[in-house]
């Protein structure tokens, strides 16, 4: 019982932490497109 529990535990683990990668890739992706264009906003106002 308290073996499947610490693997579930571990699963856990693995897959918010690949969550939380792949959303810190999101925002980096996100950041290198919206800088740009906001600045190019900037400098068109």
Known sequence: M???ANDFKEALIAKV???ST???YM???M???LVP???IY???N
């Open 2 to 4: 308290s073996e499947m």
């Open 17 to 19: 932490k690949c969550l």
């Open 22 to 24: 792949s959303s810190l």
């Open 27 to 29: 925002l980096k992706y």
């Open 31 to 33: 950041a290198i497109v």
């Open 37 to 39: 264009l906001y600045l």
């Open 42 to 44: 900037l400098f068109l």
